[in-house]
Every structure is written in structure tokens, then in C-alpha cells.
T-cell receptor, first 115, second 114 residues
């Protein structure tokens, strides 16, 4: 089954404790992206990757890191989480420029709470 | 830069009512337009799309027409069901129809009452 898988789905942590949210897709997509969703602000892009070893900042990259060492994986790293990073996070992927229907496929979301 | 504006809601309707969710956009060039839907507890999924002016996208009884003259892409459904309760996002891409770099509206929360 074609899917984007994120883990963990739910996490409560404390300020300053490094954490990683993993994202994996099984569709051989070139493009992957991270979003955060907050009430009243909608979806905002954090980072994106056009292909392996190619990443770029989105609209709200501060406090986050990403890496793209393999095509299928795109982890989101919070080196020193703060309470303002409490949010619902989505990973997404697509074929990008190389073709496909232009559809972005989303994971089920990871709800993060930073105390 | 590109932007998408849509009513935020919540929009509350009775079952079988007619639905319109307005969406207008600002973009350079000729973007592709999308509606995504987010059901409770799930990620977003594509509902429909249109890639050029006057195109009509349709799926699951929902329709939207790409209106270049009014820079709009309003979502409509003739008779809504309780199962349509969700958050609906209008989005655009100016990357030649690709899903890269989508710009999303803030989402419209739709509640359908039996």
C-alpha cells in the first residue's frame, strides 16, 4: 500500500530534550516536505527536499533541522525543542517536477507537545 | 508572493444542504489549483484539482471551476452528508502543475449536522 509513515504519532517532551520525528515513503517520490499545522495559522512549510542530499528552507525553518540521505526517508530534528514548537506536524511527498499527477501525499501527522 | 484566501469557519450546515466554500488566490503566472480535505485525525488528501483556466475539477460529488478572471476556485457540493464533515484546504502551485511548493489557505472547518 502506498503510504507516508510518520513516527511517533504522539509525543510529550520537555524543553531542550532533542527529538527526531521520522518520515518514510514507499512511492519512490523525489520530493518530500515537512509542515506544521496550528489553529488559525493553517499549514506552514518547515523544510523541503527536491531529492537526495538536496534540502531547502520553507517558511518557518527556525529551530528545525532535516536530512535526506536516502530517497525514502526525511527525518525532522528538533535539537532543542521549545514550547512554541508544540504543534501538529505533517510529512508529505510527491513525484515533484519529474511527473506524476501533482498530488501531495500526506502522513497521518505527529502531535508534539513541548512542556 | 503567492497567497490563498478562504473562509475559515466553522461552517455549519444541515445534511442535504448546498455547500459553497469560497477560495480566491494571488499568484504570478498561471498556477494549478487544488482542494485538499482533512478528515478528523487524519492527514490531508487531494480532493480535486484544475491546471488551467476554465477547467473543472470534480470528485465525490464536489466540484470547483478555475476562474482566471476572478482569481477564484470555489468548492461546491449539491447535497452534503454528515461524512463530509472535515477541514477543507484550498491550495495553489505555480510549479507547472507539480505539487512542489504548494501554498495553502488556512483551511475551512465544515460541520454537517444530521
Amino acid at each position: 500500500e502506498a503510504q507516508v509513515t510518520q513516527n511517533p504519532r504522539y509525543l510529550i517532551t520537555v524543553t531542550g530534550k532533542k527529538l527526531t520525528v521520522t518520515c518514510s515513503q514507499n512511492m519512490n517520490h523525489e520530493y518530500m516536505s515537512w509542515y506544521r499545522q496550528d489553529p488559525g495559522l493553517g499549514l506552514r512549510q518547515i523544510y523541503y527536499s527536491m531529492n537526495v542530499e538536496v534540502t531547502d528552507k520553507g517558511d518557518v525553518p527556525e529551530g528545525y533541522k532535516v536530512s535526506r540521505k536516502e530517497k525514502r526517508n526525511f527525518p525532522l530534528i528538533l535539537e532543542s525543542p521549545s514550547p512554541n514548537q508544540t504543534s501538529l506536524y505533517f510529512c508529505a511527498s510527491s513525484f515533484g517536477y519529474s511527473g506524476g499527477t501533482g498530488e501531495l501525499f500526506f502522513g497521518e501527522g505527529s502531535r508534539l507537545t513541548v512542556l | 508572493g503567492d497567497s490563498v484566501t478562504q473562509m475559515e469557519g466553522p461552517v455549519t450546515l444541515s445534511e442535504e444542504a448546498f455547500l459553497t466554500i469560497n477560495c480566491t488566490y494571488t499568484a504570478t503566472g498561471y498556477p494549478s489549483l487544488f482542494w485538499y480535505v482533512q478528515y478528523p485525525g487524519e492527514g490531508l488528501q487531494l480532493l480535486l484539482k484544475a491546471t488551467k483556466a476554465d477547467d473543472k475539477g470534480s470528485n465525490k460529488g464536489f466540484e470547483a471551476t478555475y476562474r482566471k478572471e476572478t482569481t477564484s476556485f470555489h468548492l461546491e457540493k449539491g447535497s452534503v452528508q454528515v461524512s463530509d464533515s472535515a477541514v477543507y484546504f484550498c491550495a495553489l502551485s505555480d510549479r507547472g502543475g507539480g505539487a512542489d511548493g504548494l501554498t495553502f489557505g488556512k483551511g475551512t472547518h465544515l460541520i454537517i449536522q444530521p
